[in-house]
């Protein structure tokens, strides 16, 4: 297993422009999550997949923003008409969670950095 | 609500000095996890350590050890014989019994001088 796979690594793009990004999990992992970063602060969590629902939203995901889960597999999230608050790394993260007591940890990829110009 | 602080922003110490970071944890469930992850400049967030709860033991692994005190709410972590690789950015996090969610603390930026 190569573990969790985010593409693209790296974004710009124009402000007002919509961009979608792709997260591949962990075979067999139920459970994907998606976080933003941004600098000097810790992944503010945004919303949360088991298998292909949508089970949790937070807050911060407003109505421009729209994550998917087709068949419980790999996620995209889009965002559209960019901001320039919008710039940040976008953290994709699996886990089996549910399976026992010992699978409760989150795996993440390495990110996809937007940069909104 | 859930609720994770690391008040240590940035610590620089010397290869081989053994270090200590901190997290402080706020929440009001009696089951809940507790994880510490290491993001180095590459990014990616790796995961290093959960604990449950209620198991309150100690752990050590390799030059790794983490202090689990439920008086205190704290779940520190401590590097020995820190070398430069270990130099990242940590996070303490937590989540409910749920899953649902991770809470992150704002991450301790470790460099380690040769």
């Known amino acids: 297993d190569t573990g969790v796979s985010q593409n693209p690594r790296h974004k710009i793009t124009k402000r007002g422009q919509n961009v979608t990004f792709r997260c591949d999990p962990i075979s067999e992992h139920n459970r994907l999550y998606w976080y933003r970063q941004t600098l000097g602060q810790g992944p503010e969590f945004l919303t949360y997949f088991q298998n292909e629902a949508q089970l949790e939203k937070s807050r911060l995901l407003s109505d421009r923003f729209s994550a998917e889960r087709p068949k419980g597999s790999f996620s995209t999230l889009e965002i559209q008409r960019t901001e320039q608050g919008d710039s940040a790394m976008y953290l994709c993260?699996?886990?089996?969670w549910g399976f026992g007591d010992r699978d409760t940890e989150a795996f993440f990829g390495q990110g996809t950095r937007l940069t909104v110009v | 609500a859930q609720k994770v602080t690391q008040a240590q922003t940035e610590i620089s110490v010397v290869e081989k000095e053994d270090v200590t970071l901190d997290c402080v944890y706020e929440t009001r469930d009696t089951t809940y996890y507790l994880f510490w992850y290491k993001q180095p400049p590459s990014g990616e967030l790796v995961f290093l350590i959960r604990r449950n709860s209620f198991d309150e033991q100690n752990e050590i692994s390799g030059r790794y050890s983490w202090n689990f005190q439920k008086s205190t709410s704290s779940f520190n972590f401590t590097i020995t014989a820190s070398q430069v690789v270990d130099s990242a950015v940590y996070f303490c996090a937590l989540s409910d019994r749920t899953g649902n969610q991770f809470y992150f603390g704002t991450g301790t930026s470790l460099t380690v001088i040769p």
């Open positions: 993260a699996s886990s089996p």
